[in-house]
């Protein structure tokens, strides 16, 4: 079974830059696992933010951006603001199947 | 506006079923693969299922394959899951979605209660 692995927390401060990574027990992470990234905060439903790895939804704040480092796919927020604290989740496509990482809690302090 | 709402959940005994629906609107709902998406109460996402546009081609999760049916009726833009065999772990908020689009969406959830 495919293991997806996130950072379980990470703390910024605001106006900092933080980089979320998001692992695959497959290997490296390629734009063929079309990683998606999705926030979601307390009581309310996930939102997309980005998609088949660096694609932005029309409402993805512009401090937003995806990408490939080191293997992984990253979710980069640069200018942090107090209003990204919540929870960030990746999904990779495997064999056409999706599958969701664990989740990193961000806190922004 | 691209909307999805889902309806169906419910408090069900272990070994009990339920039908999930999620009705879709604002969008071409017979040219986009479809997803069910769970959430157990403070737990993280967890992909269950996905159907394909003309619902030729469906895939579960290991953890509810055999159990879960997914489906859908382009004619109504609905899409379905059939969960059979419930679990206790199976308690969650049931989310449809589509993933992996420009302008992706997620339904607010129904709430699936497993317990005796």
């Known amino acids: 079974q495919t293991v997806v692995t996130q950072e379980p927390s990470l703390t910024v401060s605001p106006g900092g830059t933080v980089t979320l990574t998001c692992a695959s027990s497959?290997?490296?992470?390629?734009?063929?696992?079309?990683p998606n990234w999705f926030q979601q905060k307390p009581g309310q439903v996930p939102r997309a933010l980005i998609y088949s790895t660096n694609n932005k939804h029309s409402w993805t704040p512009a401090r937003f951006s995806g990408s490939l480092l080191g293997g992984k796919a990253a979710l980069t927020l640069s200018g942090v603001q107090p209003e990204d604290e919540g929870d960030y989740y990746c999904?990779?496509?495997?064999?056409?199947?999706?599958?969701f990482g664990g989740g990193t809690k961000l806190t922004v302090l | 506006e691209v909307q999805l709402v889902e309806s169906g959940g419910g408090l069900v005994q272990p070994g009990g079923s339920l039908r999930l629906s999620c009705a879709a609107s604002?969008?071409?709902?017979?040219?986009?693969?479809m997803h069910w998406v769970r959430q157990a109460p403070g737990r993280g996402l967890v992909w269950v299922s996905h159907?394909?546009?003309?619902?030729?081609?469906?895939d579960y999760a290991d953890s509810v394959k055999g159990r879960f049916t997914v489906s859908r009726d382009n004619a109504k833009n609905t899409l379905f899951l059939q969960i059979n065999s419930l679990r206790v772990d199976d308690t969650a908020v049931y989310y449809c979605?589509?993933?992996?689009?420009?302008?992706?969406?997620w339904g607010q959830g129904t709430l699936v209660t497993v317990s005796s």
């Open positions: 604002g969008f071409t709902f017979s040219s986009f693969w």
């Open positions: 999904l990779l496509y495997h064999n056409g199947a999706p599958e």
């Open positions: 497959t290997g490296a992470v390629t734009s063929g696992h079309a």
């Open positions: 979605g589509r993933i992996n689009y420009p302008g992706d969406t």
């Open positions: 159907i394909n546009p003309d619902g030729t081609t469906t």
